[in-house]
């Protein structure tokens, strides 16, 4: 089992013998290269299946990306460059950074309350404007 070198100073490395590649051709541009070479990469993780920590795996599951299918499987692909080693390494990395942002768990929100002096300010302000507009009505000439 080894460890994904691109992202280091990872809290939770994704483990390489966790990830199945496939090579598929790439869509956009390239000339004949596109027709020709299957430079694009399909990276498949399965959350489920992964050595990651269960609190990890939880908070990836729970996201709403449309990468992550119905039974927890990432699918990454990257064709971002006309060599499927460096799509590889762009796919392993776009893995990486979606791993690292549910790493962290949210800060709890304590709720807090509006202080009483910042309650006054906006009650005196709503008179204000309230005593503006009352201002703007009809002068009755008699």
Known sequence: MTAVPAHSASRYPVLEDEMEFSAIRAQGSGGQNVNKVSSAVHLRFSIPDSSLPEAVKQRLLALRDQRISADGTVIIKAQ??????????EAIARLQALVDSVAVPPKHRKPTRPTLASKRRRLQGKAVRGQVKRLRGRVSGD
């Open 80 to 89: 971002g460059s006309r060599s499927q080693p460096q799509n590889k390494i």
